[in-house]
Structure formats: C-alpha cells, structure tokens
C-alpha cells in the first residue's frame, strides 16, 4: 500500500501515475514481484515475467552491487540522470548520497515492481529530494509524452542509468527513450544554433524596420476579411516540382480563379516564368534574404505586393518599389513596445520554413482550401530549386555530403524518398500548424514531395478543372492604409528612452550587489549572505522587468539566457550559502557584462530609430 507521504510526492510530481496507481482495474499487472533475503541478508527483488524470473538486483549482495553500478556512470557532465528501472531503490539511494546535486527521474515500466518501490522507498526522504519526475508505461506515444517532460526539466543535459535486466526486458522502450532524447538533442542544437545565429539580427531588424512597419497595413488588422475568407489561395514554394506547375499556374493567374502568395525563393521562377503573384511572402532574418528579391527590384517590378515579417533581414525592404504590407512575427519584440497593444494585433509565430509562416497568415485570413504547389522538403534529381533560381551562396544541386546525411521519409504517394534533417523539421512545423487549422481544407499539389500530415494529394490541373472555376481575387485587395496610433508610439518612444538611460543605473545596482556577495565569500561571513542574495534578487528583477531590457536588450541574449537558466537551476538545491555565492557570482557576473556590451551595442540603433519616426510626416513619409 502507497504510504500517505508517497502519494503527496506523486501528487506533486506525476498525479496522472498515482490515478493509475489508485485505479485497481487499470493497475494489471503482467508480471509478479516477489522480495527475498539475499546471502548479505539485505532484501533482493525477484520478479516473475510471463516466460522467464529475473533477478532485479543481485541475490548475493544487492548493496554492493549498487555501489558498482553508480561507480560506472560517466558523470563528468551530467545534470540530470534517468533511472531506467527502480527496483529497491538501492542505486538511486547510492547516487543521491553520492551526488546530491544531481536531479534525477525514475521511469519503472513494471507496474508489480513500481508497486513494491513505492511501498518500501520513502519519496520524501532527504535520499530523494532531487527526484524530478518518476512515471510508467510501455506505449511509445505514453513514453514519448513525459520524457519530454524529463528532457525539459533537465535542460537536455541528461544520461541514462539502466538496470542490466531492463535493457533486456524492456528493449524497445529503452530504445524509444534513446531516441527521444537524440531527436531532442538535435532540435535543441539546431535551435540555439539559429538563436546565436539569428539573435541579434532579429532586434537589429525588427528596430531598422519599425519605421516602416508605422507606416505601411498591417494584412492582419488592416485589410476586410471578406476579401480572403473561403477563398482558395496558393502556396508556392520553390521545390523542384513547382518546374512542372507553371503553367498550370498561369492558367489560374489569368483566370483568377485563386489568390497566388509566392514564398521564399519561388519568386524569381515566378518571374521568369511571366507569372507575377498576387504577393510574395518573405521573412528571413538573414543579411542574404535581399537577394531572394534582387530580380524583382533589377526588372523595376512595382506592382507585386510584399508582405513581409517584421523582423526580416531590414535590407531587403531597401528599394522595393513594390506595395509593402507588413505582418508581426514573433521574434519582434520592438513593435509590442512601441504599438498599443490595446487593439488586437494579431502576430505570426517564427519558423524555420516561410512555407509555415504564409499557412498560419492565410488561415488568420480564413482562406479556404489552402493549396501548396512545390513545397517538396525533399529532394527530387539531386536539385534544391525549382528552374530559374541560382544563388551565389548556395548551389542548386546538392553536393554529395548532403546526398550521403539525407534521411528516408515516405512522398505523397507512399513511396521512399531522401529528404535532409532541416526539411524534415520544416514538414514537422508545417504539420503542427496544418493540425492547429482542423476547419481549413489543405491540398498538396506537390508531385514527389514529402507526404504532409493533414493534407490530401491532389494534381493542380485536376483542381483546376473541378474546384477553381470562377473569379475569386480582388485584384486591388492590398490597397488599404495603415491604423496604428501614431501618438501612442511616440509617447512610448519618450518612457522607453527614459528606461533607457535608468538601465546604467540598474546594472550599477546589480554590480554592487555582486561585490557585497564576492566580499563575504573570500571573508567567508555566511550570516549576511542570505540578505544579500535577496537584495541581489531584488536588483536583478528590476532590471528584467525595464521595457527597454525587455524589447530591446535581453531578446539578443537568448542563447546566454538559455544558459543562465540551465546554470542557476543548481543553485535551488544548494543548502551551503558559501557555495550557492560562488555558483551565483560566476554565472551572473558574466551573463551581466553580456548585457553591458549589448546594451551599449543596442543604443545607437535605438537613437537612429528613434530620430526617424520624429522625422515622419503627416503623409506617413520620413524626412530624412
């Protein structure tokens, strides 16, 4: 029976496993485990699968064995352990006495053994105080569902323990946690690679950028919504296959029978092809994004719409004479700053695909069906691009280090076809918002492209000839004027160059904290040290909540605040305060001259923007 402090700790860690626990119809168990005295007379467990007994821990001497167990893990770098199998507990008691430092979670997928731990191991003992999450079940969705619970709560830093008879017992779980913990590890890398990649250029962008998004329409808030609701619109992306729908596109141009939003690259087949949209999406942040619409400016196009992410890379709006229309992604935290978010500004969530970007937009718009044309996320005859799309950064046809690391997934037709890892995260993303938009119809027109869940394969000439058979488009849909607050931003403009100027102050305040902190460590005065970290705290928190802080400093910290969080998450479960001050002093001393160089970095782009939208005119023109 599970001890009354037990079932508080799984309330608190796990409440679904103590429903499970309670619910005896539920609670079946396929095998049976039985205690024994072992030779050294501690106990042992030997538990009774359906063919084979097994013994959980040595039935000579089950203490010992433990020892040699947690003697043998690697934990050089380890923030984090997962016990696969708990058994008596003996191994997790040897660790947390020898590691008490080190969070843990348990994963005991025999329900007759998880019972017989938690009868005779106390949760709440000082032994498991650093247990983080404790769970059960043999189903991989179930499995999948609270490691990644373990992997947040490690921060990603984890190694696995596991009992010798699990890796036997319990081989395709074992394996499925494996694998859940490489898929992780390899979004999380490339995650905070494109953050350190990406997290100045965003703020950068989103400042360069906010006096025009002041003055152009906002395609959420600023355009009727009859103009796009139940309409079919295009996605064209610029996979190899959209080569063989031009002129299937053409015919719907003509017609206009569908709204056309030309993504990414696609643009310039588009063009080459005469075919001009009815807009072009873009949103990359990068310094390389204006050369995806080099050739609109070279042909002096001027009459195909931009609709463009806030946070774009600024120099591609530079000399586009075209319509510009912007829409705010998430990565801007300038304009939330500066607009009146007392109006409902919706925003688009980032992305690795643009693809992903334009879907979520045009269901806001509540288009209806959502038709994509050469979105492959994979690779069709060695080739990148569709016909007419070269680069002077990237090649078209793939090189043969990229031919040997693509992977397998299955086409549109159920067939194998090679994809690389970032399309396969790019057709995952698309995937979760497609699932977010149950009530809009999607059709992947993508001949040899990656099968996409959520969507239905059809030919475009056969949607051509049995859905797109009347004049849908509002040709002049984009004709619509900008409704922001302009004297809302300007009086936020004044309070932010004010927190601007108090931010020093602020970072003085926390520096001076850290010396006090710094001064008793090497006196070692304990006694005054829990004040000071509350006046640290204090300090600290003033600077985190500075609007200025918020819109304009920390969002280029990202990867140095993923790793303060990962850092200072020790520091919960240290109880000397002599060594809680040294773990506080070396992580936030360095994570704070970080936000003195970018603060003192941030500034003159913040005085430059600021400087032109005083210089905007009534005619939503900046008087250089």
């Keep these: 029976m599970i001890s009354i402090e037990n079932r508080e700790v799984l309330r608190r860690k796990n409440r679904e496993l103590l429903k499970l626990l309670d619910n005896e119809k539920n609670n079946v168990c396929n095998s049976k485990g039985t205690v024994e005295q072992a030779k050294s007379g501690a106990k042992t467990l030997k538990v009774q699968f359906l063919e084979t007994t097994k013994y959980i821990h040595s039935k000579y001497d089950p203490e010992k064995e433990a020892e040699r167990f947690i003697k043998n893990l690697d934990m050089s770098v380890a923030k984090h352990v997962l016990f696969i199998g708990s058994g008596l507990g003996y191994h997790i008691s040897k660790f947390s006495s020898q590691y008490p430092d080190i969070t843990f979670s348990i994963y005991e997928p025999d329900l007759a053994v998880l019972n017989i731990f938690l009868e005779c191991c106390d949760l709440s003992s000082s032994e498991m105080r650093g247990l983080q999450h404790i769970f059960t079940g043999t189903e991989a969705t179930e499995i999948t569902t609270d490691m990644e619970k373990v992997l947040r709560l490690s921060n990603g830093s984890i190694i696995l323990a596991i009992l010798p008879v699990y890796e036997q017992q319990y081989s395709m779980q074992v394996k499925n946690i494996s694998e859940t913990i490489i898929h992780s590890l390899k979004n999380k890398k490339m995650y905070l690679a494109v953050n350190l990649i990406n997290q100045k250029r965003w703020t950068i962008n989103s400042i360069k950028n906010f006096p025009l998004v002041t003055m152009t329409p906002n395609i959420m808030c600023d355009f009727p919504i009859r103009d796009f609701r139940d309409k079919p619109a295009i ?168 031919i040997e690391d693509s992977i397998t997934i299955t086409d549109v037709q159920g067939n194998s076809i090679q994809t690389s890892e970032s399309f396969n995260i790019m057709r995952k993303q698309l995937e979760y918002f497609i699932q977010k938009s149950p009530e809009i119809e999607v059709i992947n027109t993508t001949k040899s492209g990656a099968f996409i869940e959520g969507t239905t394969f059809t030919n475009l000439s056969t949607i051509i000839e049995k859905r797109l058979n009347s004049n849908e488009v509002n040709t002049e849909w984009w004709n619509e004027k900008n409704s922001y607050n302009t004297k809302f931003t300007l009086k936020r403009l004044e309070i932010l160059s004010a927190e601007s100027r108090r931010i020093t102050k602020q970072l003085l305040n926390i520096n001076s904290e850290l010396e006090k902190i710094d001064r008793n460590l090497k006196s070692k005065i304990a006694t005054k040290m829990e004040q000071n970290f509350v006046e640290f705290d204090k300090q600290f928190s003033k600077l985190k909540r500075n609007p200025f802080y918020v819109g304009f400093v920390e969002p280029m910290l990202i990867v140095q605040n993923t790793r303060l969080s990962e850092e200072s998450a020790t520091i919960r479960f240290e109880t000397d305060v002599l060594k809680k001050a040294e773990v506080i002093i070396n992580i936030f001393s360095h994570f704070i001259k970080e936000v003195e160089l970018h603060n003192e970095f941030v500034k003159p782009y913040f005085e430059e923007m600021k400087e032109r939208l005083l210089n905007i005119d009534e005619e939503g023109v900046i008087n250089e």
């Design 235 to 402: 996605i064209v992306a610029a996979g190899p296959s959209l080569t063989e729908e031009l002129e299937n596109l053409r015919k719907i141009r003509e017609s206009e029978s569908a709204y056309i939003f030309s993504v990414g690259s696609a643009i310039n087949s588009l063009i080459e092809a005469g075919i001009y949209p009815h807009a072009t999406c873009a949103y990359d942040p990068s310094a390389e994004q204006w050369k995806v619409l080099q050739k609109v400016k070279d042909k002096e196009i001027n009459n195909i719409p931009l609709i463009f992410g806030s946070s774009i890379g600024f120099e591609a709006l530079e000399d586009y004479s075209g319509p510009k229309i912007h829409m705010i992604t998430s990565p801007d935290t300038v304009s939330p700053q500066l607009l009146d978010t007392t109006k409902s500004i919706d925003i688009v969530l980032d992305s690795p695909t643009i693809a992903a970007i334009t879907f979520q937009l045009l269901s806001k718009l509540e288009c209806n069906p959502i038709i994509l044309v050469g979105q492959n996320l994979a690779y069709k005859d060695k080739n990148r691009y569709a016909a007419g799309i070269s680069y002077d950064f990237i090649n078209n046809e793939l090189s043969e280090n990229e």
